[in-house]
């Protein structure tokens, strides 16, 4: 995918002692994004996460404890933003994410603001999760999908692409909470009037280092999700503008 000046993609990419997979996963998204710059958020990591990514040639913004995915995410947004970046693409440091399926959320964004790489999208995807996880997922994809009038099948992926509006918004509003990251930020987007949708891609299993929730874990957060839900439908669509590129 050949990038202009008009549409520079930032590759950001939360880690949280990620050392046994993030060189791999640096070589995949330079392999498939050639023109996407590619920024590695450390995310307090006390092993050599930050040291290997910049060995590989990353840009790496370093947090001084562990904030969690969102508000390494948030920093990336930030980032994005004061750098004149007009797209962005989030994946995962532990591998599950294949770039080469990356171009299919890009090219979505043409008339959507933030772009969801979904499993279980597809009757035939093999992708193996746990039952107790399983039916917490479905049961957010279902109330996801009713307050923001989308088709959603998979609302706790990470991996997505995010168009200017959803840079804006997010640099400044961005939830920090385990299953926040994921879930309420698709409320917030809808309630700020931006367009979401999702694209069926396949995913890989984790390649390396341990799941930071387990599936118990979740069931909790979901229950702090309750007053989320509970928010209005839309508010009036005002977020802040996107910073051009000088």
């Known amino acids: 995918m050949a990038l202009t000046e008009q549409s520079r993609l930032l590759v950001i990419i939360p880690c949280y ?19 996407a710059d590619l920024l590695v958020v450390d995310d307090g990591s006390t092993d050599h996460t930050r040291s290997l990514a910049l060995e590989a040639g990353a840009r790496v913004v370093t947090l001084p404890f562990n904030l ?36 299919q959320l890009l090219a979505s964004l043409d008339g959507a603001d933030l772009i969801i790489g979904a499993r279980f999208a597809d009757a035939d995807d093999d992708y193996q999760v746990g ?33 200017p509006r959803a840079l804006s918004l997010f640099a400044a509003h961005y939830p920090a909470e385990y299953l926040g990251d994921t879930v309420e930020a698709l409320l917030i987007a809808s309630r700020h009037g931006l367009t979401v949708r999702q694209v069926g891609v396949a995913m890989r299993p984790r390649q390396g280092g ?12 979901l229950l702090r999700l309750v007053p989320a839900f509970m928010m209005p439908a839309r508010l009036k669509p005002e977020f802040p503008a996107v910073e051009e590129s000088p």
Request: hydrophobic share 40%.
């Open 17 to 35: 002692n990620e050392a046994a997979t993030i060189v791999s996963v640096l070589e995949e998204a330079r392999e498939h994004l050639p023109d």
């Open 68 to 103: 969690g995915v969102g508000g390494a995410l948030r920093t990336g947004f930030r980032y994005a933003i004061r750098h004149g970046y007009r797209m962005a693409l989030q994946i995962d440091g532990d591998g599950q994410h294949d770039p080469s399926t990356a171009d």
């Open 131 to 163: 039952i107790t996880r399983r039916l917490v997922m479905r049961l957010l994809a279902r109330s996801v999908a009713r307050r923001t009038d989308a088709a959603l099948t998979d609302v706790t992926s990470g991996f997505r692409a995010f168009g």
């Open 210 to 221: 341990a799941a930071s929730q387990s599936s118990f874990k979740s069931v909790i957060h």
